[in-house]
């Protein structure tokens, strides 16, 4: 087994990887706790929930199950109330333990609720797609969207163990498997050359979850974020940098309707966008900006974004937690293998954009 040590202000806490990592689910949950709810969906749980219950069973612990409706589009106000429905329906108490069992989505939704239940209970994230592994149950960023801009509403709340089962990547799409490499590669592009360089090189047996590629490139994942969120959990500086990408990706999120694009998806879509500004703001070199774009294709994540007028982008990426003072902010990368976060103006902006245009704009 692998394991990853998170030491943040709010709490520090292993991520453990291994194959078969659900049976030992048990081990997490601390001896005073007095019920355990497992939040899930109905495509995970018809999958897991049965071995995740019986695993935890050897806690000793009441067990609740609240399923919430499957997607992106359910990442809202009315499906965190469905959980604290279940717990107070049930009389759970602060001693309660929330168990994550899911994706990024359940796994963002879950953590908010932990974080406001009671003024918080403690959670353990169970992630069950690449992307989560490697990204969303870790760091403690827990939130819900908003129509109006992409997990708008939310806190930072750490659980108190990420428990990662390799096994569970099996009955996962291989259009998850590609988002969640998206958020692979992310770190070798802005903190690890070296990195960057195995992906380049693993990237069809990551694709094909052997083994050996796909624990190193969750542990290597995990490590990398782990240090980020050590030295910067509130994303008061470096932080930000986990975001490249992201503001153009979140634009094609929130754009397209959330749940059209897979998160992933947009974020490596965005990368290459990201890295073309880079280009032009920073001097990455144009044979970077190519690597990133051949690797973001190779992973199996779209290379073209959404033919949309400059104006709908830029009110899109107006709505961007990094943004300060109405200016628009963005993770740019000076080398590959190191990223920072600056202004750029909107006629920059529009530049980069007007190379991804393809049709004619009016
Ligand atoms: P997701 O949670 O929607 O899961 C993708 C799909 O896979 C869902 O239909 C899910 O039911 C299904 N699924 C999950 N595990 C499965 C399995 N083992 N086998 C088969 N199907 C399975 O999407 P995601 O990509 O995991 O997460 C995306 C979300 O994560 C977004 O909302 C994003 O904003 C958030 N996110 C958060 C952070 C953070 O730091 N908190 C970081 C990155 C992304
Ligand atoms: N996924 C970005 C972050 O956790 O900060």
């Known amino acids: 087994m692998s394991v990853v040590h998170v030491d943040a202000q709010g709490g520090a806490y292993p991520i453990h990887i291994a194959a078969g990592r659900l049976a030992q689910l048990a081990d997490t949950v ?83 609720a932990a974080a406001c239940f009671m003024r918080g209970v403690r959670f353990v994230q169970v992630p069950t797609t690449l992307l989560a592994q490697v990204d969303s149950s870790v760091g403690g960023k827990t939130a819900i969207n908003h129509p109006l801009g992409k997990n ?50 693993q990237v069809g047996p990551m694709r094909t979850l052997e083994q050996e590629q796909i624990v190193y490139a969750i542990r290597r994942s995990c490590e990398v974020k782990a240090e980020v969120v050590s030295q910067d959990e509130r994303e008061s500086g470096l932080r930000a940098i986990l975001n490249f990408g ?3 990706g979140h634009a ?13 998806e947009a974020v490596g879509c965005g990368m290459i966008m990201a890295a073309e500004l880079s280009a032009l703001v920073c001097g990455l070199p144009a044979q970077d900006v190519a690597r990133i774009k051949a690797l973001v294709q190779a992973s199996g994540c779209p290379i073209n974004p959404p033919q949309w007028p400059a104006e709908r982008w830029l009110e ?41 245009t393809t049709v004619e704009q009016e």
């Open 316 to 356: 899109l990426m107006q709505v961007d937690k990094k943004n300060e003072g109405g200016q628009l902010r963005f993770v740019l990368l000076d080398k590959l293998g190191h990223a920072k976060v600056q202004a750029v103006a909107p006629d920059v902006v529009r530049q980069v954009l007007a190379r991804f």
């Open 152 to 201: 708008m509403v939310g806190a930072f709340y750490q659980p108190i163990a990420v428990e990662v089962d390799t096994e569970v990547l099996k009955t996962l799409p291989a259009r998850e498997i590609s988002a969640g490499l998206a958020e692979v590669i992310k770190y070798g592009m802005i903190y690890d050359l070296d990195f960057f360089d195995w992906c380049e090189e």
């Open 252 to 264: 094609i999120e929130s754009g397209m309707g959330y749940g059209q694009w897979l998160h992933g």
């Open 30 to 112: 601390p001896a005073d706790t007095s019920a355990i709810a497992i939040v899930t969906n109905p495509t995970v749980a018809a999958l897991y929930l049965a071995p995740v219950q019986e695993a935890l069973a050897a806690a000793g612990k009441p067990i609740h199950v609240i399923e919430l409706p499957d997607g992106e589009a359910y990442k809202n106000w009315e499906s965190l109330n469905l959980i604290f429905d279940a717990l107070l329906g049930a009389h759970l108490d602060r001693k309660a333990l929330i168990v994550a069992l899911g994706g990024g989505v359940i796994g963002d939704m879950a953590g908010f």
């Open 246 to 248: 992201h503001t153009f």
